[in-house]
Every structure is written in C-alpha cells, then in structure tokens.
C-alpha cells in the first residue's frame, strides 16, 4: 500500500489528498491482508457483516475503554 501510494505521487504532505484507488486495487489490498492473518493466526478470517459499521464500531470501542477503566 506505501509503496502504491508513493508510486501515485502521495507522501502524506499537508494539503495532499489521497489518489484514487479502484474498487479491485481495494479488494487486492484487503485479500493479502485477510492472507496474511490467516497465515499468522493460523485461524480462517472471517468477516463481520458490514451493515451499521458505525455503530460496531462504537460499541467496540466503548467495550475496550470500559474493559481499561
């Protein structure tokens, strides 16, 4: 992905946004990462549904902070 973006002319500078990425250089970046775990976890990455991502994510969040209080 770093490598990507630097070859696409972003080095994070401010005022640069993010160049365009298709939707299958997404799914390649997602794919190796899902790879990656699974070799490293040795467990078959399953994937969360994607409906009401944001409220996920708020419980997780709000489940960690309350589990370090």
Known sequence: MRQWLISNGFQGLEGQNTPHMSDE???SVSDRYIEL???ITGEI???????NIQ???Q???LEYLNSIA
């Open 59 to 61: 419980s997780n969040v």
């Open 25 to 27: 250089y997404i799914q």
């Open 55 to 57: 409220k996920r994510i």
């Open 37 to 39: 775990y699974e070799k």
């Open 45 to 51: 990455f399953v994937k969360a549904p994607i409906d």
